[in-house]
């Protein structure tokens, strides 16, 4: 009871806006509660939210009115895909809820976190690809001993970002391989004929 009792005057009132130790002895009391002061609360809340924010990498939505995305679904097995492959149009926006609607004319709400953007092909950055026409040659380099792959490429093919063609002759780009160490036959089979 008296644990009880300390703690309770302890504690600030919310009409007085004092505890009821401190109205009766003039001072604050020590308890085992930690003391907070109204005003240390919210600025001790918007940096432990900076930090957490900054430590998750956590961004705003980017999801609009009128772009169409992508609704989580249920997994079912393994091979189930996280988002739907039916893109659905976004209605409204308020705040991080979505109001979005199907192909069909239904009308689903949802958080942000449950949907992604879509990405038309005309939408999604190009990938580069790769020229098959370049051949790959693994050689043994024996100044440092280790394998190296060399890329050649015919003369009569232009480089992707060129606008003219600057030399003639193959194209040679050496890309070395994971590093060997040299290996070398045991000093008593030496005299084994192979």
């Known amino acids: ?106 009308q689903y709400s949802r958080n942000t976190t449950h949907v992604r953007k879509y990405l038309s092909g005309m939408d999604a950055a190009p990938r580069e690809e790769s020229d098959s026409r370049d051949v790959a040659k693994t050689t043994r380099d024996s100044s440092t001993s280790r394998e190296v792959e060399v890329v050649e490429t015919p003369a009569n093919v232009d480089p992707p970002n060129a606008a003219t063609p600057t030399r003639l002759s193959p194209r040679v780009e050496p890309r070395e391989t994971r590093p060997r160490r040299a290996t070398r036959m045991p000093k008593k089979y030496e005299d084994v004929v192979k």
Do not use: C, W
């Open 1 to 106: 009871m008296r644990k009880y009792l300390t703690s309770y005057r302890s504690i600030e009132h919310p009409t007085t806006g004092k505890s009821p130790a401190e109205l009766l002895f003039g001072r604050k009391m020590r308890g085992k509660l930690p003391d907070m002061t109204i005003n240390q609360v919210p600025e001790q809340k918007g940096k432990a939210k900076m930090y957490a924010d900054a430590r998750r990498g956590a961004q705003y939505s980017n999801v609009n009115v009128g772009d169409n995305v992508l609704v989580r679904q249920d997994k079912i097995n393994k091979l189930t895909t996280t988002f739907g492959a039916t893109p659905f149009t976004v209605v409204n926006k308020t705040g991080n809820s979505l109001v979005f609607e199907s192909p069909e004319g239904v």
